[in-house]
Nanobody
Framework: QGQLMESGGGLVQPGGSLRLSCAAS????????GAWYRQAPGKERERVAA???????NYAESVKGRFTISMNRAENTMYLQMNSLEAEDTAVYLC???????WGQGTQVNVSS
């Protein structure tokens, strides 16, 4: 069965950048819509960004212009480049292969001075 493994989370100061990775195994990730979600304590899970097999992307209003989602077909890996990070971006970030119903385990992102 397929699996997703996130990496790249950590602690960063406001205004800083991080790049999250979501590596797939057991299936071709780019054949599905891929998405990044985040969940902060006490808040509902929010979809941050998504990318279709055709490469069409969409973003939550709160991250537009700051985050970029991409898919590397050769690496079978999805990325989320996060720039100009704010304290409100602090959350567990999870990736999903929507068409396969597969989720990663999550990676923690903390934005704090």
């Amino acid at each position: 069965q397929g699996q997703l493994m996130e990496s790249g989370g950590g602690l960063v100061q406001p205004g800083g950048s991080l790049r999250l990775s979501c590596a797939a195994s057991g299936f071709i990730f780019s054949s599905s819509t891929g998405a990044w979600y985040r969940q902060a304590p006490g808040k509902e899970r929010e979809r941050v960004a998504a990318i279709t097999p055709a490469g069409v992307t969409n973003y939550a209003e709160s991250v537009k212009g700051r985050f970029t989602i991409s898919m590397n077909r050769a690496e079978n890996t999805m990325y989320l480049q996060m720039n100009s990070l704010e304290a409100e971006d602090t959350a567990v970030y999870l990736c999903s292969a929507v068409g396969f119903g597969v989720w990663g385990q999550g990676t923690q992102v903390n934005v704090s001075s």
